[in-house]
Every structure is written in structure tokens, then in C-alpha cells.
């Protein structure tokens, strides 16, 4: 097995672990079970779970984000575009095995006591906020309106992880839709679209 083969059988294997379980309930050994990588070829790859924690997160991040970019990118009206970012969450949550957002998890676990887990956090919500912000510039909103979308979003992301429900993307995205009317923005998806539904859109391929 050459050493970019265990690397990514490892990280699917630690991912996979990781997000199910928690980070802490997790031993390395059983990283090496799941994976097939020799726990001596772990260490040489990872020398500490942390490595290991921080490297799942960065790839989730970069499969996240574009997947979330891919999704929005089929719209063309601004509007639309700001709205499906809602229906694309909803799609996530109702994903098999959904467990919340795995940064929000992975900094309740670790962030307070781990300062890289901590930076990988906050730069994947920056380049989140980043992106709502990109978004919103296109609407003409004002940019404080980022900000709004962007706690809704979150909120609807935590809240979903604890209920298992799909219900808070479509309260996010109808509250989302109001902050666009409000400011006279319209959208090709219609008022009676919710999580998931946008212009017949259909769904990306799995999140997690």
C-alpha cells in the first residue's frame, strides 16, 4: 500500500469514526482496524490524533464547500441563489447518519484545548460567512445582512444536529426569505419552496 492509499483509507476510516462517535470516543487503534493501515504506519502518517483530527477537517472542508458552491451555482437570480443555500442544508440534514455540523462538534469536543482544531473551526465558518457575503453583494442588500444569513444558517445547523430533523432548514430559509422581501429582492424560488425543493433543483450527491 503505498503511503497516499493509507493516507486516504485512514482519513475515510477517521472521518467516518470521528463524525459518528465523537472525536474522543475514538482510539487510534480503532482508526487502524477500520482502515487496514498498520497502527505503525498511522503513527508515521499521523504522529498525534490531533494531526489526524485537523486533516479530516480540512478535507471535509474543501468536499463541503464546494459541494455547497456546486449546489448555489445553478441559480442565476440573486435571490435564488441566497435562498438555495437553505435548501442545500435542508438536503445535508436529511442525509443517513447526519450528526450535526463537524466543526461545531469537533470544537465542543476539542477546540478550547486544541488551538488547531480551534483555527480549522473558525476558518471554515469565516470562509462560510465569506461566501454568504459574496452572495448577499450580488442581491444589492446591505452587507450587515451576511451576518443575519449566516447565524441562521448556523442556528439551523446546530439545531438540526440535536433534533435530527430536517424542519430547521425550511424555518431558516422562510426567515431568509423575509430579510429578501423586506429589501424588495425577489426569487425565482417560489415562497412555497422549502429545504431541498428549489426550483425543482435536484439533489447533490452526500455531504458528510
Request: hydrophobic residues 45%; proline residues 5%.
Amino acid at each position: 500500500m503505498d503511503t497516499e492509499t493509507a493516507r486516504e483509507r485512514a482519513l475515510d476510516a477517521a472521518e467516518r469514526l470521528f463524525y459518528a462517535r465523537g472525536v474522543r470516543a475514538v482510539g487510534m487503534d480503532e482508526v487502524r482496524g477500520a482502515s487496514g493501515v498498520s497502527l505503525k504506519r498511522l503513527y508515521q502518517l499521523f504522529p498525534a490524533k490531533e494531526q489526524l483530527v485537523v486533516a479530516c477537517l480540512d478535507r471535509r472542508d474543501v468536499r463541503w464547500r464546494g459541494r455547497l458552491a456546486e449546489h448555489v451555482g445553478r441559480f442565476e437570480e440573486p435571490g435564488a441563489r441566497v435562498l438555495a443555500v437553505f435548501d442545500w442544508l435542508g438536503q445535508w440534514f436529511a442525509e443517513p447518519g447526519f450528526r450535526g455540523c463537524a466543526w461545531i462538534n469537533a470544537y465542543g469536543e476539542l477546540g478550547p484545548a486544541s488551538p488547531p482544531v480551534a483555527e480549522r473551526v473558525r476558518a471554515h465558518k469565516a470562509a462560510f460567512r465569506a461566501f454568504l457575503d459574496a452572495l448577499v453583494a450580488d442581491t444589492g442588500l446591505p452587507a450587515a445582512t451576511g451576518g443575519q444569513l449566516f447565524l441562521l444558517a448556523e442556528g439551523a445547523m446546530v439545531t438540526a444536529g440535536v433534533t435530527g430533523g430536517t424542519e430547521p432548514a425550511g424555518q431558516a430559509r422562510a426567515a431568509a426569505r423575509v430579510l429578501l422581501g423586506a429589501a424588495g429582492v425577489g426569487s425565482s424560488a417560489g415562497a412555497g419552496a422549502g429545504a431541498g425543493t428549489s426550483a425543482g433543483v435536484s439533489p447533490p450527491a452526500p455531504t458528510r
